[in-house]
């Protein structure tokens, strides 16, 4: 499973600087010299360009940039990286995208973070279902036993003067085995994988799918399961004197030419609230960096407008006027109740042709809970299985967003260690876990997961490390997926059912038949009234082969699922498949019975 993390080692070339100088921290002056980023090592420092891959796992001592990380997390939309912060932290083997970093590397060669992902994808292992392990054991058990009467039986009966015939015998062991259910259990997984196939997923093997119907712990990413994904604007709000309508207008103008959805959903927001959008706004553009961390719009008039980070644009408002201490309070007030809130604040302001500058308000950006998750968690929870949101956030953020979801708990500021803990003490204490992922950070995990869905638009590594992928992407489809999962166990435990009840009825069949002659008092077994012991023989073994015949379509189709308590299950299939498992072959080899009477010689 680590073959594809293997493949990801590859050797870059590092440009390393020869004594570096705290007194140069951009390194311009340093003398750089190319060297494989196999022979780095701990306490080197590189340089690292737009375009150019990141040799080794360390910390950004100098600079900022944008970075793609997807080669790791699966995430598309890149990340800033920048000296000073917790937010320095690089993984070797990703790209920067823009400016230059001065890095420090901080792993030693075969520590690095792709290392420590292989070792915790070999150390997984998956486990075996519980269902799966009783029914190999009812399987198995039924069929030594029933091995064993036959066997025995000729020497017992030789004391009572009745010999049974080997044809006789060979009818009693095919008509008592459980041959229904072990016929039909392929079809059964079969039928899974099928209807898996249906929702655009593919299982590695039908015990994925079995093992997704013992599931009773889901660990959900936020980002893109729980959650939408992209932040979107859903409040506006002014600060100061600053009306509603400047803000909005504001807001949306310096966002008209912003491609991200982020700044899509604030010229949304400003739509719904009455803002009537220009076909072409006339200005110069003002794109975000990482350096500014701010976008905006300056207008022919001579006015510009700013919107981002709130820190970022407080400055540039003290460039040319000092803000009043009450706006800038009002302002902090708001950020705080934002981020609180689990959202991401993005103030706003302007400067006027004359250079005064103003604090207009911030928009409030929220990653929106998707509609009708909290239903879905309530059946859930109504099967008994416990959902764990797991997220990157702060426990606060990672807190609101769980209330608002409706999850039964999360894990914040998770780290792929922290996946893989948390699905191991789950396993220990008896249960089997399911959850998504697409990067090769999720991999341990996927890996060692019961149910591994791994996203088509992952990394090979997810890929290879999970039990199924999902061709759309899709990480809400693992409740389909557990849905599904729930329908075959639930298939497989009433024909199983069906499959014990039936040989009831044939002991009525078969037993009478094979010591009536010896033992005339067993003809009031013979509740059925068949013709003779040889057409009940007959009968019994012909109807066995037809019921399998008969099942498969039920087999294939599937039982219908309702999303009820275990005790609800087995009481709807004792009664349904149970009772009918015992009538069926009374009326079933009757009829058949008449048949074969009409043969000449039963």
């Known amino acids: ?187 059964i997984g079969i039928a899974g994988m099928d209807r898996l196939v249906q929702y655009n997923v593919l299982a590695m093997s039908g015990r994925a799918v079995e093992a997704a119907g013992d599931v009773t712990t889901l660990l959900l990413d936020k980002t893109g399961t729980i959650t939408y994904g992209n932040r979107r604007a859903t409040e506006f709000t002014a600060v100061g004197a600053t009306t509603n309508e400047t803000l909005v207008r504001a807001a949306a103008l310096s966002s008209l030419s912003d491609p991200t959805p982020e700044g899509v959903s604030v010229v949304d927001l400003a739509s719904t609230l009455g803002y009537d959008r220009p076909e072409d706004a006339e200005g110069v553009i003002v794109p975000f960096t990482a350096q500014t961390r701010m976008s905006g719009l300056d207008l022919p008039d001579g006015s510009q407008l700013r919107k981002g980070a709130a820190s970022a644009v407080v400055a540039w408002v003290r460039e040319s006027t000092a803000p009043s201490r009450a706006d800038l309070e009002e302002l902090d007030a708001e950020v705080e109740r934002i981020s609180r809130s689990g959202g991401t604040p993005l103030a706003v302001a302007q400067r006027s042709p004359e250079g005064v500058a103003s604090l207009l308000g911030v928009i409030h950006l929220r ?82 997961a019961d149910v591994g869905v791994a996203m088509n638009t992952g990394t090979s590594a997810a890929k290879e490390a999970g039990n199924m992928v999902d061709l759309d992407s899709d990480p809400t489809k693992l409740i389909d997926i557990v849905r599904i999962g729930k329908q075959l166990l639930i298939t497989r435990g009433a024909l199983t059912t069906f499959s014990i009840a039936n040989d009831v009825a044939k002991y009525f069949a078969i037993i009478p038949a094979m010591f009536v002659a010896s033992f005339p008092g067993l003809a009031a077994l013979n509740v059925m009234g068949l013709h003779s012991p040889a057409s009940a023989i007959l009968s019994a073994v012909i109807f066995n082969a037809l019921v399998i015949v008969l099942l498969i379509p039920l087999a294939l189709r599937g039982v219908r699922y309702r999303p009820v308590s275990a005790s609800s299950l087995l009481s709807r299939n004792l009664l349904i498949y149970g009772l009918g498992g015992i009538i069926a072959p009374f009326i079933g080899i009757k009829l058949i019975d008449l048949v074969v009477s009409l043969i000449p010689g039963f």
Do not use: W
Request: net charge negative; glycine share 8%.
């Open 1 to 187: 499973q680590a073959a594809s993390l293997r493949q990801t080692r590859s050797t870059t070339l590092a440009n390393r600087v020869a004594g570096y100088d705290e007194g140069d921290p951009d390194a311009l002056r340093s003398t750089i010299a190319p060297v494989a980023s196999s022979d780095l090592r701990l306490g080197d420092v590189v340089v690292v360009t737009a375009g150019e891959l990141i040799p080794g796992d360390g910390d950004v001592i100098h600079g900022i940039a944008t970075v793609d990380e997807s080669a790791i997390t699966g995430e598309s939309a890149p990340v800033v990286r920048e000296s000073g912060g917790d937010r320095s932290a690089v993984t070797g083997g990703t790209r920067v995208l823009s400016d230059r970093i001065v890095v420090r590397i901080t792993s030693k060669p075969g520590e690095t973070f792709v290392d420590r992902m292989i070792a915790l994808v070999e150390g997984a292992s998956r486990q075996k279902t519980p269902n799966e392990i009783a029914l190999n054991i009812l399987l198995a058990s039924l069929s030594i036993v029933f091995v064993i009467v036959v066997l025995v039986l000729p020497p017992v009966a030789g004391y009572s003067n009745a010999s049974p015939a080997v044809p006789v015998l060979v009818a009693l062991l095919v008509c008592l085995i459980p041959t229904t259910i072990g016929a039909l259990i392929s079809a």
């Open 367 to 448: 990653d929106v809970v998707k509609t009708g998750l909290a239903d879905r968690f309530a059946d859930l929870r109504r099967m008994g299985i416990r959902t764990v949101m797991v997220t990157g956030d702060n426990p606060l953020t990672a807190q609101a967003i769980a209330a608002e979801a409706g999850v039964d708990d999360f894990l914040a500021e998770a780290r792929p260690e922290d996946k893989l803990a948390l699905i191991r003490r789950e396993q220990e204490g008896g249960r089997l876990v399911a959850m998504t992922g697409d990067g090769t950070n999720d991999a341990p995990a996927l890996a060692q």
